[in-house]
């Protein structure tokens, strides 16, 4: 990857046309998976394309959070670093594309912690170069419904975003002519995200980012959750005459209990010791900040 190459990162929810958005992009044949929820993206993806102008395109597809296979801090761990290596090379991003379904009819939790992360990662100076792409408009039966979720997305969950000068573009198309006048205007500057100069202008740990401490704060949250499901099932188990239904609530509480001790692990990998927060104090500041987006608490 070269300094001139006009590189840009696709985020967004598992599902949310990430991989299908590329594929129209490069003419790649569309993969299957994602359809069903199921991440196709394990890892850092890269494609070029070279257009007859000279202008050298690099996509990267990136893995969401709530991955079907790998937990959210290796994901983070996975986007940091390719994230980081690059800046190192001196190569920033000229733009990042969000894409987001629109038929979904709610935020649900899962694309909440996707744009919750995605403002931290990105933070305010980058906000120019983002583009919040709507997709699967092909698949939408009520207009009218479709932008009514814009309106909300326009003038909520996104706002803090389009504050700072990101777009909202739609995907309506579905095909490589659409796909590309998104793009078209992602060329010229480039920008670093706050995570880029987190890790490497203030020289911080993953764990020491804005996006590593609200994935700890989101465990936090999970692990509170977690604990009161189990307490309402010991009390369920201890309450039934009925032996299958207690043995079934049983076994609801192992599951549970051993993803609270999964969520611990992951907590505590996330810990930052009380030496490192009184030397992040004085740590260099970053010229970026986070953004806080406007999502349910």
């Known amino acids: 990857m070269a300094h001139k190459d006009i590189v840009i990162a696709i985020?967004?929810?598992?599902?949310?046309?990430?991989s299908n958005f590329i594929n129209k992009l490069t003419?790649?044949?569309e993969e299957r998976g994602a359809g069903g929820l199921k991440s196709c993206t394990q890892g850092i993806r890269e494609f070029t394309v070279d257009l007859a102008n000279g202008h050298h395109y690099v996509f990267v597809d990136t893995p969401g959070f709530d991955d079907t296979y790998r937990s959210d801090r290796d994901i983070l761990r996975t986007i940091a670093d390719w994230l980081e290596n690059?800046?190192?090379g001196s190569v920033k991003l000229a733009g990042v594309i969000y894409t987001h379904r629109i038929t979904d009819n709610r935020m649900s939790g899962s694309v909440c912690k996707n744009l919750d992360m995605f403002g931290r990662l990105c933070g305010d100076k980058a906000a120019a170069r983002v583009r919040l792409v709507t997709t699967m408009w092909d698949k939408v039966k009520d207009q009218q419904v479709a932008s009514n979720r814009v309106a909300q997305l326009e003038g909520n969950f996104w706002k803090p975003l389009l504050e700072e000068g990101a777009r909202h573009e739609k995907f309506r198309g579905n095909n490589q002519a659409s796909a590309w006048k998104i793009v078209e205007g992602l060329t010229g500057d480039t920008e670093a995200l706050l995570l880029q100069e987190e890790l490497v202008d203030a020289e911080r740990r993953l764990n020491e980012t804005t996006a590593g401490k609200a994935l700890y704060s989101q465990f936090q949250k999970l692990l509170q959750e977690q604990k009161e499901t189990i307490k309402q099932l010991q009390e369920e188990a201890k309450?039934?005459?009925?032996?299958?239904l207690a043995?079934?609530?049983?076994?609801?509480?192992?599951?549970?209990?051993?993803?609270?001790q999964?969520?611990?692990?992951?907590m505590e990998k996330l810990k930052i010791p009380l030496g490192r927060?009184?030397?992040?104090f004085f740590s260099k500041k970053?010229?970026?900040r986070k953004l806080q987006m406007n999502l349910p608490q």
């Open 11 to 18: 985020m967004g929810p598992t599902g949310s046309g990430k």
């Open 27 to 29: 003419g790649t044949r």
């Open 86 to 88: 690059k800046y190192r």
């Open 239 to 244: 309450a039934q005459k009925d032996p299958a």
């Open 247 to 260: 043995r079934e609530l049983q076994a609801e509480y192992d599951r549970i209990e051993a993803q609270l």
């Open 262 to 266: 999964k969520t611990w692990d992951e």
């Open 277 to 280: 927060r009184i030397a992040l």
């Open 286 to 288: 970053t010229r970026a």
